[in-house]
C-alpha cells in the first residue's frame, strides 16, 4: 500500500496581526506593531498550498484558531459580555491581552507531533498536540487544536490522539518544528528524529543563556514513549546552544530534513559528530546524505533573516526533491549563490522553488512554520477528513471565503473591537461548515 507525506497548511486567520510577543525569535520581535494584512497573508498561504497541490503533492489544511481568545480572558478573572471582556482586558492588562491575539497558531509546525503507522507498535498515526509551554500565547492553543485533529483524523482503528504533555518548563513541547522523520520510502519504517535546547532535570548540561530553550529533551523522549516508537529507530539530539542564542528558536530554523537527506547548517547541532553517528546507525545501510551549509558562505544570521532552513523539503514525482524556499532567499545574494551552486551537486536537491509568504515571514515564520507533515497510507488518507485536502474547488471556495470575510488591514487598536470579533466568529462558524469540521471553537460550544 502506498504512503505519502500530506503537508497541513495552517490557514491565516482574519485577525492576523504582528504582536512581537515571541522572545528569541528576531523576526517576530522586530516587525512588532506593524500594521498586517489578513487577507494577503491567507491568500499568500492558499497560494503556496495551491502550489504544492499543483506539483501533485499531497496538500491539505488546519483552520486558524479564534483570536482574540475570550474563553482564555474570562478564565483570568475578566466578566460581562464578549465586547466588555475585550475592552477591560485592553484596557486593564494590555500585554494579557495582546497575547490573547496572537496570530501564532498560523504555524501548524509548532501544533503537534505526527508519527506514521509505519514507525509506531500498535500501527496506527499517533499525534500530541504541543503544549507550547514556553511562551504564554502560545500555551492557550493546545484544547483547541487537539479538537481540530480528533475532527479530521477522527477514526480511531486508524488514529491515536495523546493528552498533550504537562504544562510547565521541564516537558516544554514544541511539536514538529524539532522533530523530523527519515525514510527511503514514506510507507517504510524510518528514524525519528529529535531536536531539543536543553536537559531540564539537569543543569550541568550545557543550555543557551541569552535566549530560552523551549524542547526539552525529556518532552522529546515522553514524546516518543506515548508513539511507542522503536528505540533503535529514534535518534535525540541538541541543539547548538550558541545558535539559539542567536534567535534560533527551533530546529526548523537551522535544519531541515526529508527522505534521506538532512540538510543543515555547520554550527546546528552539539557534538555534531556524535548526532549523524545515531543516524547513520539506526538508518541502516542505504545511502543517506548530509548536506552542509558551511558558515563560510552562509552565516548563522543569513539563515535567521531568510529562514533558509525554514524552507520545505519535499520529493517531487520522479523522486527528486525541490527546496520550498521563501522570497527572501533570493534577495540575499549569500544565500541565493548558495542554491545556485547546491542544485548543481550530487544530492537528491535538485531544484529551489520560492514563494512569496511575506505576511508569515514578518511575523517570525517561514514555508515550512507553515506545515505541519502526515504521513498517510491510502486507508488512512480515506479514513481522514476529505474536506481538508487541497483541491481546485477547494482553492476557489476558500479565497471567496477570505474577500468575503478578511480586512485587509489590521492595527493593534483593531484588536479590541467588538465588531472585528463579531467577524472573526462568523467566518470561522462559516469555515467549520465549509470543511465539515463540527464544533471545534469555544464560542460554537461554550455557553
Known amino acids: 500500500m502506498k504512503s505519502y507525506e500530506v503537508n497541513f497548511d495552517g490557514l491565516v486567520g482574519p485577525t492576523h496581526n504582528y504582536a512581537g510577543l515571541s522572545v528569541g525569535n528576531v523576526a517576530s520581535l522586530s516587525n ?3 500594521a498586517s494584512n489578513p487577507k494577503e497573508g491567507a491568500k499568500q498561504g492558499l497560494q503556496k498550498m495551491k502550489a504544492l497541490h499543483d506539483m501533485g503533492l499531497k496538500q491539505a489544511l488546519l483552520p486558524p484558531l479564534e483570536r482574540p481568545d475570550v474563553f482564555t480572558l474570562r478564565k483570568l478573572g475578566f466578566t460581562g459580555s464578549d465586547a466588555e471582556v475585550l475592552q477591560k482586558a485592553a484596557k486593564q492588562a494590555p500585554q494579557v491581552f495582546v497575547a490573547v491575539c496572537s496570530a501564532s497558531s498560523m504555524w501548524t509546525a509548532n501544533a503537534c507531533t505526527v508519527s506514521p503507522s509505519a514507525d509506531t507498535q500498535d500501527k496506527k498515526v499517533h499525534f500530541t498536540a504541543a503544549n507550547l509551554a514556553n511562551k504564554f500565547h502560545r500555551s492557550i492553543e493546545s484544547p483547541t487544536t487537539s479538537r481540530i485533529l480528533a475532527s479530521i483524523f477522527n477514526d480511531e482503528h486508524h488514529f491515536s490522539h495523546h493528552e498533550p504533555l504537562p504544562l510547565g518548563d521541564h516537558f516544554g513541547d514544541e511539536g514538529a518544528a524539532n522533530h523530523t522523520r527519515f525514510c527511503d520510502d514514506y510507507g517504510q519504517a524510518g528514524v525519528e528524529f529529535f531536536v531539543y535546547g536543553k536537559y531540564a532535570f539537569d543543569n550541568t548540561k550545557p543550555a543557551p543563556t541569552k535566549f530560552p530553550a523551549r524542547q526539552t529533551f525529556e518532552a522529546s523522549q515522553a514524546i516518543a514513549r506515548l508513539h511507542q516508537l522503536n528505540p533503535e529507530k529514534t535518534v535525540f539530539a541538541q541543539q547548538n546552544p550558541e545558535v539559539i542564542d542567536q534567535g534560533v528558536f527551533h530546529n526548523d530554523v537551522i535544519s531541515v530534513g526529508n527522505g534521506n537527506v538532512l540538510f543543515y547548517h555547520e554550527d546546528a ?9 545515531n543516524i547513520r546507525k ?6 543517506f546524505y548530509f548536506v552542509k551549509v558551511p558558515r563560510s558562505q552562509v552565516s ?12 520545505q523539503l519535499v520529493t517531487l514525482g520522479d523522486g527528486n526533491m525541490a527546496i520550498i524556499a521563501p522570497g527572501e532567499c533570493e534577495e540575499n545574494t549569500r544565500v541565493k549563490s548558495f542554491l545556485d551552486e547546491l542544485i548543481t551537486q550530487d544530492t537528491p536537491i535538485k531544484q529551489v522553488k520560492i514563494y512569496d509568504v511575506k505576511q508569515s515571514m514578518r511575523n517570525g515564520g517561514g514555508p515550512a512554520c507553515l506545515r505541519q507533515r502526515v504521513v498517510l497510507n491510502e486507508q488512512e488518507i480515506i479514513a481522514t477528513n476529505q474536506k481538508v485536502f487541497m483541491s481546485d474547488e477547494l482553492f476557489a471556495s476558500l479565497n471567496q471565503w477570505v474577500d468575503k470575510h478578511y480586512r485587509d488591514r489590521l492595527e493593534e487598536k483593531d ?3 467588538p465588531q472585528l470579533l463579531t467577524e472573526s466568529r462568523t467566518a470561522l462558524d462559516e469555515l467549520t461548515q465549509l470543511l465539515n469540521l463540527g464544533s471545534v471553537y469555544p464560542f460554537q460550544f461554550e455557553s
Open 32 to 34: 512588532a506593531a506593524q
Open 269 to 277: 547541532f552539539l557534538n555534531t559528530d556524535e548526532v549523524f553517528n
Open 282 to 287: 539506526a538508518y541502516g545501510d542505504n545511502p
Open 300 to 311: 548563522v544570521d543569513d539563515a535567521v533573516r531568510t529562514y533558509l532552513f525554514n524552507s
Open 415 to 417: 484588536l479590541s473591537d
